[in-house]
């Protein structure tokens, strides 16, 4: 599981949906930032035991599910900080916590940039 940042589209390509294509390693390309979770399924299930991958595809009309990814565009983006303002107001494990917070972070980060964000789950 990882988050992407794209902090600019420089040196960026793009697929035939529209969405960045990765350029690894990070360290050669500045224009991307990565979050990447150690324990894989471990980190996916928190999202998927919270319910939070169906809100998240329903309100970013996504298709973000288990084992997939999708592209969130700076206006995405703003829609997925809402919800997870919201949910950070909750309960829930540290870990979990620490994984919005992530992704709080860079979606602010995109929509101030107007890029995006990339998950793969």
Same mark, same amino acid.
């Given at each position: 599981?990882? #988050? /992407? ?20 390693? /990070? ?15 471990d ?19 996504s ?8 592209? #969130?565009?700076? +206006? ?25 917070? /992530? ?6 980060r ?5 890029? +995006? ?5």
């Open positions: 599981m990882k #988050f /992407v940042l794209y902090k600019s589209y420089n040196n960026v390509q793009f697929n035939k949906f529209g969405w960045p294509i990765e350029i690894e390693p /990070v360290e050669s390309n500045p224009s991307i930032e990565y979050f990447i979770l150690e324990n894989d399924w980190d996916v299930d928190l999202f998927f035991d919270d319910g939070a991958i169906d809100e998240i595809a329903e309100k970013c009309d298709l973000i599910d288990y084992g997939e990814d999708d592209y #969130f565009d700076a +206006g995405k983006c703003r829609i997925l900080l809402e919800w997870i303002n919201e949910r950070l107001l909750k309960p829930a494990a540290p870990r979990y916590k620490e994984m919005l917070e /992530v992704l709080k972070d860079y979606c602010q995109a929509i101030d940039l107007n890029t +995006g964000v990339y998950i793969d789950l």
